[in-house]
Nanobody, 124 residues
Framework: LRSSCRRWGGLVQAGGSLRLSCAASGRTFSNYVMGWFRQAPGKEREFVAAINWSGATTYYADSVKGRFTISRDNAKNTVYLQMNSLKPEDTAVYYC?????????????????WGKGTQVTVSS
């Protein structure tokens, strides 16, 4: 999984927006549940959002609900995380992850494949 962050290299002021993308290669992407997790310094990795194979079902952490949107384009083998109204507490390394099981999940141990992570920094 290869993740990247578009726009200003992942640095944005509070209230701003960023869009993360994560591309998968070499596997049947449309079979996967895809998720986004994040890890801030000194904290455990936490769930952010997940989307099922068709995009019809999405889950969000309460902390990002209404501000973040997860989506996917199976033709491009890519999952996205649109982040709006960013807050300094959203600062973290963001990871995309893939789960072979079609059942949705919010725990990191449920995901088998992981991207390397993308730094997102929100300044106050």
């Amino acid at each position: 999984l290869r993740s990247s962050c578009r726009r200003w290299g992942g640095l944005v002021q509070a209230g701003g927006s960023l869009r993360l993308s994560c591309a998968a290669s070499g596997r049947t992407f449309s079979n996967y549940v895809m998720g986004w997790f994040r890890q801030a310094p000194g904290k455990e990795r936490e769930f952010v959002a997940a989307i099922n194979w068709s995009g019809a079902t999405t889950y969000y952490a309460d902390s990002v609900k209404g501000r973040f949107t997860i989506s996917r384009d199976n033709a491009k083998n890519t999952v996205y995380l649109q982040m709006n109204s960013l807050k300094p507490e959203d600062t973290a390394v963001y990871y995309c992850a893939a789960r072979l099981n079609p059942i949705m999940a919010t725990t990191s141990g449920s995901y088998r494949y992981w991207g390397k992570g993308t730094q997102v920094t929100v300044s106050s």
